[in-house]
Protein backbone atom coordinates (compact mmCIF):
# COMPACT_ATOMS: atom_id res chain seq x y z
CA UNK A 1 0.00 0.00 0.00
CA UNK A 2 1.72 3.29 -1.38
CA UNK A 3 -1.19 5.77 0.73
CA UNK A 4 -0.75 7.82 3.90
CA UNK A 5 -0.62 5.61 6.80
CA UNK A 6 -1.10 6.93 10.17
CA UNK A 7 0.31 4.61 13.91
CA UNK A 8 -1.31 3.74 15.90
CA UNK A 9 -4.94 3.22 14.47
CA UNK A 10 -6.12 3.51 18.15
CA UNK A 11 -5.07 5.11 21.82
CA UNK A 12 -6.91 5.06 24.56
CA UNK A 13 -4.55 6.95 27.47
CA UNK A 14 -5.64 8.16 30.90
CA UNK A 15 -6.29 12.21 31.49
CA UNK A 16 -2.83 13.58 31.87
CA UNK A 17 -0.26 11.26 29.74
CA UNK A 18 1.19 12.32 26.67
CA UNK A 19 0.52 10.68 23.75
CA UNK A 20 2.32 10.89 20.30
CA UNK A 21 1.25 9.76 16.53
CA UNK A 22 3.07 9.69 13.90
CA UNK A 23 2.08 9.81 10.20
CA UNK A 24 3.64 8.74 7.41
CA UNK A 25 3.05 10.60 3.85
CA UNK A 26 3.19 9.52 0.45
CA UNK A 27 7.24 9.13 -0.81
CA UNK A 28 7.22 11.84 -2.99
CA UNK A 29 4.61 14.13 -0.99
CA UNK A 30 6.38 17.26 -0.01
CA UNK A 31 3.38 18.51 2.07
CA UNK A 32 1.72 16.87 5.09
CA UNK A 33 -1.07 18.46 7.17
CA UNK A 34 -2.44 17.53 10.51
CA UNK A 35 -6.48 17.69 11.37
CA UNK A 36 -8.14 16.93 14.13
CA UNK A 37 -12.10 15.63 13.61
CA UNK A 38 -14.58 15.22 16.17
CA UNK A 39 -17.63 13.59 16.21
CA UNK A 40 -20.29 15.01 13.75
CA UNK A 41 -17.98 17.43 12.34
CA UNK A 42 -15.94 17.93 9.50
CA UNK A 43 -11.84 17.79 10.00
CA UNK A 44 -10.22 20.67 11.14
CA UNK A 45 -7.05 21.82 9.94
CA UNK A 46 -4.31 22.15 12.46
CA UNK A 47 -0.85 22.87 10.70
CA UNK A 48 1.58 21.91 8.11
CA UNK A 49 4.40 21.16 6.44
CA UNK A 50 6.60 21.48 3.60
CA UNK A 51 9.34 19.11 3.60
CA UNK A 52 10.73 19.72 7.27
CA UNK A 53 9.62 23.19 7.80
CA UNK A 54 6.30 24.16 9.61
CA UNK A 55 5.17 26.46 7.53
CA UNK A 56 1.68 27.11 9.61
CA UNK A 57 1.19 26.48 13.44
CA UNK A 58 -1.10 29.10 14.48
CA UNK A 59 -4.28 27.12 14.47
CA UNK A 60 -3.01 24.22 16.63
CA UNK A 61 -5.60 23.74 19.77
CA UNK A 62 -2.95 24.67 22.19
CA UNK A 63 0.29 24.80 23.62
CA UNK A 64 -0.03 21.03 24.63
CA UNK A 65 0.14 20.34 20.75
CA UNK A 66 3.11 20.24 18.79
CA UNK A 67 4.35 18.73 15.37
CA UNK A 68 7.35 17.93 14.08
CA UNK A 69 8.95 16.48 10.47
CA UNK A 70 12.40 16.19 10.85
CA UNK A 71 13.51 14.73 7.95
CA UNK A 72 10.90 15.83 6.24
CA UNK A 73 9.48 12.27 5.55
CA UNK A 74 7.46 10.98 8.40
CA UNK A 75 5.41 13.32 10.92
CA UNK A 76 4.95 13.10 14.36
CA UNK A 77 2.05 14.74 16.72
CA UNK A 78 2.66 14.88 20.23
CA UNK A 79 -0.07 16.02 22.53
CA UNK A 80 0.91 16.52 26.11
CA UNK A 81 -0.94 16.26 29.61
CA UNK A 82 -4.23 15.05 27.24
CA UNK A 83 -7.70 16.12 28.61
CA UNK A 84 -10.77 14.40 27.90
CA UNK A 85 -11.59 17.23 25.44
CA UNK A 86 -8.39 15.91 23.34
CA UNK A 87 -11.11 12.93 22.50
CA UNK A 88 -10.67 12.98 18.40
CA UNK A 89 -9.65 11.61 15.31
CA UNK A 90 -6.58 13.00 14.07
CA UNK A 91 -6.11 12.60 10.29
CA UNK A 92 -3.02 13.11 7.98
CA UNK A 93 -2.67 14.09 4.51
CA UNK A 94 0.06 14.58 2.00
CA UNK A 95 0.20 16.36 -1.11
CA UNK A 96 2.78 17.11 -3.99
CA UNK A 97 2.91 20.97 -4.02
CA UNK A 98 4.37 22.47 -7.11
CA UNK A 99 3.36 26.32 -6.44
CA UNK A 100 0.79 25.95 -8.84
CA UNK A 101 -2.85 26.54 -8.30
CA UNK A 102 -4.70 25.43 -5.35
CA UNK A 103 -6.50 22.82 -6.99
CA UNK A 104 -3.64 21.13 -8.35
CA UNK A 105 -2.53 20.31 -4.49
CA UNK A 106 -4.81 17.71 -3.74
CA UNK A 107 -4.40 16.23 -0.22
CA UNK A 108 -4.81 13.07 0.17
CA UNK A 109 -5.90 11.17 3.68
CA UNK A 110 -4.88 8.50 5.83
CA UNK A 111 -7.42 6.38 7.68
CA UNK A 112 -6.90 8.09 11.79
CA UNK A 113 -5.89 7.53 14.67
CA UNK A 114 -8.87 7.70 16.94
CA UNK A 115 -7.71 8.91 20.65
CA UNK A 116 -9.84 8.53 24.08
CA UNK A 117 -9.02 10.11 26.24
CA UNK A 118 -10.42 8.70 30.13
CA UNK B 1 -12.31 34.07 4.95
CA UNK B 2 -13.79 30.49 3.77
CA UNK B 3 -16.36 28.41 4.33
CA UNK B 4 -18.32 25.68 3.49
CA UNK B 5 -21.87 25.41 4.34
CA UNK B 6 -23.40 21.69 3.96
CA UNK B 7 -27.64 22.33 3.92
CA UNK B 8 -28.24 18.75 5.24
CA UNK B 9 -26.66 16.27 7.93
CA UNK B 10 -28.56 13.48 6.52
CA UNK B 11 -29.70 12.53 2.99
CA UNK B 12 -31.97 9.06 2.50
CA UNK B 13 -32.35 7.59 -1.21
CA UNK B 14 -33.29 4.57 -2.48
CA UNK B 15 -31.11 2.50 -4.59
CA UNK B 16 -31.63 3.26 -8.07
CA UNK B 17 -32.61 6.63 -7.39
CA UNK B 18 -30.88 10.29 -8.08
CA UNK B 19 -28.88 11.53 -5.28
CA UNK B 20 -28.05 15.44 -4.24
CA UNK B 21 -25.89 16.64 -1.88
CA UNK B 22 -26.13 20.07 -0.73
CA UNK B 23 -23.17 22.89 -0.25
CA UNK B 24 -22.88 26.25 -0.53
CA UNK B 25 -19.83 28.71 0.01
CA UNK B 26 -18.14 31.91 0.79
CA UNK B 27 -14.96 32.65 -0.41
CA UNK B 28 -13.32 36.65 -0.95
CA UNK B 29 -11.26 35.21 -3.98
CA UNK B 30 -12.51 32.28 -6.84
CA UNK B 31 -12.76 29.37 -4.91
CA UNK B 32 -11.13 25.69 -5.45
CA UNK B 33 -13.74 23.28 -4.06
CA UNK B 34 -13.67 20.05 -3.33
CA UNK B 35 -15.76 16.78 -2.49
CA UNK B 36 -14.72 13.98 -0.50
CA UNK B 37 -15.70 10.67 1.03
CA UNK B 38 -15.32 8.97 3.84
CA UNK B 39 -16.22 5.26 4.74
CA UNK B 40 -15.94 3.60 7.79
CA UNK B 41 -12.66 2.80 9.27
CA UNK B 42 -11.15 4.89 5.82
CA UNK B 43 -9.31 7.71 4.69
CA UNK B 44 -11.08 10.41 3.08
CA UNK B 45 -11.11 9.92 -0.43
CA UNK B 46 -11.47 12.61 -3.04
CA UNK B 47 -14.26 12.34 -5.33
CA UNK B 48 -14.18 15.72 -7.69
CA UNK B 49 -12.32 19.18 -7.62
CA UNK B 50 -13.28 22.13 -9.24
CA UNK B 51 -10.70 24.00 -11.05
CA UNK B 52 -12.81 26.17 -13.11
CA UNK B 53 -12.06 25.16 -16.03
CA UNK B 54 -15.16 23.78 -16.43
CA UNK B 55 -18.42 24.67 -13.86
CA UNK B 56 -19.74 21.07 -14.42
CA UNK B 57 -17.35 18.98 -12.62
CA UNK B 58 -17.29 14.77 -12.90
CA UNK B 59 -15.59 12.85 -10.52
CA UNK B 60 -14.91 8.97 -9.44
CA UNK B 61 -17.77 6.65 -8.88
CA UNK B 62 -20.38 8.73 -11.09
CA UNK B 63 -20.79 11.52 -9.26
CA UNK B 64 -21.26 15.28 -10.64
CA UNK B 65 -20.58 18.70 -9.47
CA UNK B 66 -21.70 21.85 -10.61
CA UNK B 67 -19.87 25.34 -9.69
CA UNK B 68 -22.82 28.25 -9.95
CA UNK B 69 -20.93 31.36 -8.76
CA UNK B 70 -24.23 33.56 -8.97
CA UNK B 71 -25.91 31.08 -6.25
CA UNK B 72 -22.20 29.99 -4.53
CA UNK B 73 -23.18 26.42 -4.69
CA UNK B 74 -21.38 23.53 -5.51
CA UNK B 75 -23.50 20.82 -5.29
CA UNK B 76 -22.88 16.74 -5.38
CA UNK B 77 -25.23 14.79 -7.75
CA UNK B 78 -25.23 11.41 -8.81
CA UNK B 79 -28.31 9.76 -11.19
CA UNK B 80 -28.53 6.70 -9.87
CA UNK B 81 -27.21 5.83 -6.10
CA UNK B 82 -25.92 2.66 -5.60
CA UNK B 83 -25.56 0.57 -1.75
CA UNK B 84 -21.76 1.13 -1.84
CA UNK B 85 -22.05 5.61 -1.79
CA UNK B 86 -23.44 5.00 1.93
CA UNK B 87 -20.40 7.01 3.27
CA UNK B 88 -20.09 10.76 5.36
CA UNK B 89 -19.57 13.37 2.37
CA UNK B 90 -17.50 16.46 3.11
CA UNK B 91 -17.42 19.40 0.98
CA UNK B 92 -14.38 21.23 1.25
CA UNK B 93 -12.88 25.12 -0.34
CA UNK B 94 -9.59 25.85 -0.01
CA UNK B 95 -7.81 28.84 0.49
CA UNK B 96 -5.86 30.42 -2.38
CA UNK B 97 -2.75 28.49 -2.07
CA UNK B 98 -4.14 25.03 -1.41
CA UNK B 99 -2.13 24.90 1.97
CA UNK B 100 -5.84 24.84 4.28
CA UNK B 101 -8.16 23.10 3.67
CA UNK B 102 -11.95 23.96 5.32
CA UNK B 103 -14.48 21.30 5.79
CA UNK B 104 -18.21 21.46 5.96
CA UNK B 105 -20.00 19.47 8.56
CA UNK B 106 -20.56 16.62 6.46
CA UNK B 107 -23.70 14.97 4.97
CA UNK B 108 -24.71 10.93 5.95
CA UNK B 109 -25.74 9.32 2.99
CA UNK B 110 -27.82 5.93 3.68
CA UNK B 111 -28.78 4.10 0.67
CA UNK B 112 -32.03 1.93 1.09
CA UNK B 113 -32.31 -1.27 -0.54
New interface residues.
Given amino acids: DT??SQDPRHKITKRGQNVTFRCDPISEHN?L?W?RQTL??????LT?FQNEAQ??KS?LLSDRFSAERPKGSFSTLEIQRTEQGDSAMY?C?S?L?SGG????????????TRLSVL | AQSVTQLD?HVSVSEGTPVLLRCNYSSSYSP?LFW?VQHP??????LL????AATLVKGINGFEAEFKKSETSFHLTKPSAHMSDAAEY?C?V?????????????TSLTVIP
Avoid at chain 1, 40 to 45: L, S, V
Fill in positions: GVRYYGQGPEFYLERLASYWAGENIQYFGAG | SSYNKGLQLKYTSFVSELTGNQFYFGTG
